[in-house]
């Protein structure tokens, strides 16, 4: 394995186009099993597990394609150390700020309430126990972050900087980082 190998930046983009293919291809075998009668109680229990893991698919396609193609997984998918003290004041920045967001979400639904087809579509978000709580932030704050973090700035930005300079590689990535829509708590 050569550090200085990496993926052409359409290689690349291919890569994440197929994760995102394989994430809408399983939410079309649910919608046709579910209207193919078959158990809903049990697909809308799995669907809540993948809800929650799904996120993670963004990063597996690409991690085995690079398996397969022999890069080097830590430096394309920038998976580095962080210091014990980054890690604690990432957890009291998100604790603060996950409250706040809270009340001001509070505040804004006295004066303009969600629509029902909103609140149903956070429904397998929502936990019935302890256990489907830590499922649920384990999944979609660590893996969810995790996964796009290593899609994002990792494997698409660190193949772009490769094939030009840092800036334009940082913009379309930026951009598509935050036009898509995701599932974080924070």
């Avoid at 809800?51 to 698919?57: P, R, T, V, Y």
């Avoid at 990432?90 to 979400?105: G, N």
């Avoid at 772009?160 to 708590?185: N, Q």
């Amino acid at each position: 394995m050569n550090e200085t190998r990496y993926p052409d930046p359409l290689e690349a983009l291919m890569v994440v186009l197929s994760a995102f293919a394989l994430i809408i291809l399983i939410g079309l075998m649910y919608n046709i099993a579910a209207n193919w009668g078959f158990d809903l109680d049990k697909i809308d229990k799995n669907m809540q597990i993948f809800f929650i893991f799904g996120g993670s698919l963004f990063l597996i396609v690409p991690l085995m394609y690079a398996r397969y193609r022999k890069y080097k997984i830590k430096p394309l998918f920038r998976f580095n150390a962080v210091s014990l003290s980054i890690v604690i004041q990432s957890i009291l920045i998100a604790l603060t700020l996950t409250i706040l967001s809270d009340e001001l979400d509070r505040i804004i639904n006295i004066f303009y309430p969600l629509p029902n087809w909103f609140n149903e579509q956070m429904e397998p978000l929502k936990a019935a126990n302890s256990f489907e709580l830590i499922l649920i932030i384990l999944g979609a704050v660590f893996v969810a972050a995790i996964a796009e973090e290593g899609l994002f700035r990792g494997f698409l930005q660190y193949s772009l900087e490769k094939h030009g300079d840092v800036t334009r590689a940082v913009i379309p990535v930026s951009y598509t980082h935050l036009t898509l829509p995701t599932k974080r708590i924070v």
